[in-house]
């Protein structure tokens, strides 16, 4: 009697491999807060998408050269904070913020997986992709309007606290 002994091989994916998909992930959510609104003709959505990428983008180089940390494969001192996720997480708002949720939670889980593959790729550690999506959440929550006007939801804060004001008009 022959005994056949089968064994399953994992797949591994590469550094390459995180960083290519981490790329494709952030373009393609760029791309899609930019498209989704000029295909519909809404300009004020492109601009509010355009303005939210370019001020998250903006922001995270700006605090890269403030804060040099070593990216965790040391291959330069640009670690914090995650610029893809900062992007990634500017488009997801922007869509979830002006289309609602049917088409903002995808695109939050893409934006996720950017920030996964990103630390994945060795190329930043956990807190710089939290600190880089709170930038793009921020970014696209704050610089982006809800496309349906009759209920408008809007973060605050002071120096005492903060909190979410709600504003239907009927």
């Not at 001192?77 to 997480?89: N, Q, V, Y």
């Not at 920030?115 to 060795?122: E, F, H, Q, T």
């Not at 190329?123 to 880089?132: F, I, L, Q, R, S």
């Not at 959440?137 to 709600?166: C, H, Y």
Request: with cysteine; aromatic share 8%.
């Amino acid at each position: 009697m022959t005994c056949t002994s089968l064994m399953a091989g994992t797949a591994h994916a590469s550094d390459k491999d995180w960083r290519n998909a981490s790329n494709i992930g952030r373009d393609l959510l760029a791309a899609g807060a930019l498209a989704l609104p000029t295909v519909q003709e809404d300009w004020t959505g492109t601009l509010q998408a355009g303005g939210s990428i370019g001020a998250a983008t903006l922001l995270s180089l700006g605090l890269k050269e403030g804060f040099p940390e070593m990216r965790p494969d040391g291959s330069d001192r640009k670690s914090f904070p995650s610029s893809h996720s900062a992007t990634s997480f500017a488009a997801a708002a922007s869509l979830h913020n002006r289309y609602g949720w049917k088409v903002g939670v995808p695109a939050q889980l893409v934006a996720a997986f950017v920030g996964l593959a990103r630390v994945k790729a060795d190329k930043h550690h956990w807190y710089d992709v939290v600190a880089g999506a709170a930038i793009g959440e921020a970014s696209g929550f704050l610089i982006t309007t809800r496309r349906d006007t009759d209920v408008r939801i809007l973060p605050w804060g002071d120096s005492k606290g903060g909190g979410v004001a709600m504003a239907i008009r009927f």
